[in-house]
Nanobody, 115 residues
Framework: QAKVAESGGGLVQPGGSLTLSCSSS????????SGWYRQAPGKQRELVAS???????DYRNSVKGRFIISRDDAGNTVYLQMSRLNPEDTAVYYC?????????WGQGTQVTVSS
């Protein structure tokens, strides 16, 4: 049973924006490194962005300047703000929270960029 859950996916036109959310009632994200991954049809899952327990952020090159990962500790939610979306961003997006002892995945949310 997933300890983290994504929401916010959907259909968006090229150039549009979308924000994904990842929440949990069982773990505290600030104790984990949280990441957003995506997997397009026929491709391997890839890391899109991550935020460490102390707040350091990393992005894959193709989303730098377009995507922002953030964490709301009070609401215990991790966000992925996506802008200037293009069809190559179409994929199932997964939330991940990991520590030395645990590795949790959500079930994914579909993002489709199409006109």
């Amino acid at each position: 049973q997933a300890k983290v859950a994504e929401s916010g996916g959907g259909l968006v036109q090229p150039g549009g924006s979308l924000t994904l959310s990842c929440s949990s009632s069982e773990i505290s994200f600030r104790a984990y490194t949280s990441g957003w991954y995506r997997q397009a049809p026929g491709k391997q899952r890839e890391l899109v962005a991550s935020i460490g327990s102390s707040g350091q952020r990393d992005y894959r090159n193709s989303v730098k300047g377009r995507f922002i990962i953030s964490r709301d500790d009070a609401g215990n939610t991790v966000y992925l703000q996506m802008s200037r979306l293009n069809p190559e961003d179409t994929a199932v997006y997964y939330c991940n929270a990991r520590s030395e002892e645990a590795d949790y995945w959500g079930q994914g949310t579909q993002v489709t960029v199409s006109s």
